[in-house]
T-cell receptor, first 108, second 111 residues
């Protein structure tokens, strides 16, 4: 079992909809997670960091962490075509462990 | 100013050659990393240095040798390049928190 798992997608949503991206992890002791966005041909850029159970909101983005169920999710409200990218979930620690990423396509 | 820079951006070379990729960060961070992203976009850590000392060395062939002349620089030298080394290599740096800042990447193509 991989430490961090994501559905590779692609996940297609219409413009204006909510995009829901999910990530599960195997180490119950994991404390905190990052969501990175990576446009094609570019480097990963951090969009959210979450370390406590519950929700964390930043603009159109909401990260959710459920330690009991060992999953992390990222919700993007009012999705825009510019949100089309690969979203990488990463477990924090002495090193980042990334999931394989989910491709999101927002269609106008 | 670019926070984390890498050179070259593209590298095309023949099998068996030796090549180097350079990375520099101007963020004042103590920790730097090398990652490899393969054709399936999976991003995997290779090495980590903290203040010029190697602290993480994943199961990477010893043809790959990182070098950190100072804490702002982390270079990656690759000997006897193989087809499977073709990938995008990212350098990253990390300060006191867990956030890592990535360089623009070096796309290595081995022919």
């Amino acid at each position: 079992q991989k430490e961090v798992e994501q559905n590779s997608g692609p996940l297609s949503v219409p413009e204006g909809a909510i995009a829901s991206l999910n990530c599960t992890y195997s180490d119950r002791g994991s404390q905190s997670f990052f969501w990175y966005r990576q446009y094609s041909g570019k480097s990963p850029e951090l969009i959210m960091f979450i370390y406590s159970n519950g929700d964390k909101e930043d603009g159109r983005f909401t990260a959710q962490l459920n330690k009991a169920s060992q999953y992390v999710s990222l919700l993007i409200r009012d999705s825009q075509p510019s949100d089309s990218a690969t979203y990488l979930c990463a477990k924090a620690g002495n090193k980042l462990v990334f999931g394989a990423g989910t491709i999101l396509r927002v269609k106008s | 100013d670019t926070a984390v820079s890498q050179t070259p951006k593209y590298l095309v070379t023949q099998m068996g050659n030796d090549k180097s990729i350079k990375c520099e960060q101007n963020l004042g961070h103590d920790t730097m990393y090398w990652y490899k992203q393969d054709s399936k976009k999976f991003l995997k850590i290779m090495f980590s240095y903290n203040n010029k000392e190697l602290i993480i060395n994943e199961t990477v062939p010893n043809r790959f040798s990182p070098k950190s002349p100072d804490k702002a620089h982390l270079n990656l030298h690759i000997n006897s390049l193989e087809l499977g080394d073709s990938a995008v290599y990212f350098c990253a740096s990390q300060g006191l928190g867990d956030e890592q800042f990535f360089g623009p990447g070096t796309r290595l193509t081995v022919l």
